[in-house]
């Protein structure tokens, strides 16, 4: 029984210009409770637009999306989104940050704020607790951002390319931390990226998408056993599902 | 080519001289501080620099102080004013020499009042009509373009109706405040609360956040920068309206004064009187009490908006 299942899925857009544009098409998707996907494609391949339409913030054009056999119509509060950019508000600290979601949900703070203050813990962000943004480094931005997708206990995390702003040894960094929280969570995770060999690291499967309109090229199972790390990308069949994924990225866009 | 010249020349000092390079770290020299420190004394001695040229070009070319009064007779007309013992005019006789009846104090306190009290009366309504004007598209719509339109016509313009509305005293002075510094408070808070940018509106919609508490958590806090800019801006306005009240039509004096108060009423006393160095000596006043208001709200600002980058505070300003 799968989790998420996308069904003949299409998104299009009208621009100010009156054009239409398809960002999505003919999508089909199953994806499985528990299950780690990354989305790999070039800009504008309607990858994000997909995330949104998961996350209930846009709306398909046609076709049929479901969640644990709900269509998805609108916001859920089930779902935890993290962005590229933090998007932290400024004038909370890390804690307040971490527990906006469970204020606007209204959930009992006597269970969200022990759980804030183990999910800081567990990023590392302890003694931080106090600190506003402007007080903390990139990454450390970015880990808040992750826990506050959390503290609501969502069955599904949706990531749009969460580590995109990071520097690479940073970004290595956060990719081990969030294998981590996943192996501990259990999570569904949605997660996008530019990047070929963080999709592959993370991820059960990596689906490829295609540009113009929309489409995935093909989904690849990563057989790679967890937990895995930084040697883990220089293992052969890391650098085979690497290439072949590299592959169909550029068959695709040599045609443009 | 210069590196090779340049780098073993430096190599040396550094190593044949290390004793030096310690000294300078513990104790730098006269002209390094000097340097360091320029904020501290750059604007007293160039202040100091500009204000004995300016007495020297006044008394070496013998410039009337009708025309243009020198620094020294302009700090002795201020003194003079702070310093006023009340004798009150004297019976019968012009006194041409003075026009002035009351201590600056009086006058001060006058203009500061219809300046503060307009200023909070126009930010309050500037604000307010901001967070309306953004709840509906309609009713911004259909107020704005009056809104704007009133806001292009030259204030000077409006005075004198005011006077006709309000009357000569207090309140006409208060609303011309008020009107001066409810514009900047109104777009202020209309950018403000337009500012929140699409991620933080999903993150919020994504847990089906309703209105008020995406308002309340997100677009108010957001809108605070701007809106301190706003009031960065309205407080020096409100005390330009004031005085363009007190220009147009000079009111009693409150707090049991005798005549007519306020900074504007007295500069255009010393005007009709000629007066130049009484006038320069009232726009010091001027200059500081807009200074210090600023200062007042930049402070509040501060206290209030630590978590805010410094660039983004200036913004719609």
Request: charged share 20%; aromatic share 10%; with cysteine.
């Amino acid at each position: 029984m799968s989790y998420i299942s996308v069904k003949n899925l299409e998104k299009e857009y009208i621009t100010a210009s009156g054009e239409i544009v398809h960002a999505l098409s003919d999508i089909n998707l199953e994806i499985f409770e528990g299950e780690f996907v990354s989305v790999v494609g070039p800009s504008g391949c309607g990858k994000s637009t997909l995330l949104k339409i998961l996350g209930g913030l846009l709306t398909k054009t046609s076709g049929g999306i479901s969640l644990k056999n709900t269509p998805i119509e609108g916001p859920r509060n089930d779902v935890g989104i993290v962005f590229q950019d933090p998007v932290l508000l400024l004038w909370r600290t890390v804690l307040q940050n971490t527990l906006l979601p469970s204020e606007i949900l209204n959930l009992d703070s006597n269970v969200t704020i022990p759980r804030a203050k183990a999910l800081i813990k567990l990023v590392g962000l302890d003694g931080f607790e106090d600190k506003y943004p402007h007080e903390l480094s990139g990454g450390m931005r970015q880990r808040n951002a992750i826990i506050r997708a959390l503290i609501h206990d969502p069955s599904l995390l949706l990531m749009d390319e969460p580590f995109g702003a990071l520097d690479a040894m940073t970004r290595e960094q956060m990719n081990l931390e969030l294998q981590r929280i996943w192996l501990e969570s259990k999570k569904t995770v949605f997660f996008i990226t530019h990047s070929i060999p963080e999709a592959v690291f993370l991820a059960d499967r990596v689906v490829v998408m295609t540009a113009r309109p929309g489409k995935i090229a093909e989904v690849i199972t990563v057989d790679i056993e967890r937990p895995r790390d930084l040697k883990t990308m220089g293992d052969p069949a890391f650098v085979a599902l690497s290439q072949k994924i590299r592959g169909l990225l550029y068959a695709e866009s040599s045609i443009d | 080519m210069q590196n090779k010249i340049n780098e073993p020349d430096s190599v040396k000092t550094d190593s044949t001289n290390p004793s030096q390079d310690v000294v300078e770290s513990v104790k730098p020299s006269f002209s390094t501080v000097l340097f360091n420190k320029r904020n501290l004394w750059l604007f007293p001695v160039s202040f100091i620099i500009f204000v004995s040229l300016w007495e020297w070009i006044v008394v070496y070319f013998d410039i009337d102080d009708f025309i243009f009064p020198a620094p020294s007779d302009v700090a002795e007309a201020l003194l003079r004013g702070l310093v006023f013992i009340e004798t009150g005019p004297q019976s019968g006789t012009a006194d041409f020499s003075s026009v002035m009846q009351h201590s600056f104090y009086l006058h001060i306190s006058h203009t500061l009042f219809e300046a503060v009290l307009g200023f909070i009366i126009g930010s309050i309504i500037g604000l307010g009509l901001g967070l309306v004007f953004m709840q509906s598209k309609w009713i911004e719509a259909i107020i704005m373009p009056y809104v704007v339109a009133f806001q292009t016509l030259p204030k000077l313009a409006i005075a004198p109706l005011f006077i006709i509305w309000f009357g000569y005293e207090v309140e006409s002075k208060v609303f011309l405040a008020g009107l001066v510094a409810f514009f900047p408070l109104l777009v202020n808070t209309m950018v403000g609360l337009r500012s929140a940018d699409q991620d933080q509106l999903d993150l919020l919609r994504s847990l089906s956040a309703s209105r008020w508490t995406t308002f309340r958590k997100l677009q108010f806090p957001n809108a605070l920068p701007f809106i301190f800019a706003g009031l960065e801006i309205a407080v020096v306005f409100s005390l330009l309206g004031a005085i363009l009240g007190e220009f147009v039509g000079a009111g009693m004096c409150m707090w049991g004064g005798r005549g007519q108060c306020g900074l504007g009423v007295l500069l255009m006393q010393m005007s009709f009187s000629a007066d130049t160095t009484g006038t320069f000596a009232v726009l010091i006043l001027l200059s500081f009490m807009g200074l210090g208001m600023h200062k007042i709200v930049q402070v509040t600002k501060k206290k209030i908006l630590f978590w805010a980058p410094e660039t983004e505070q200036t913004m719609g300003s």
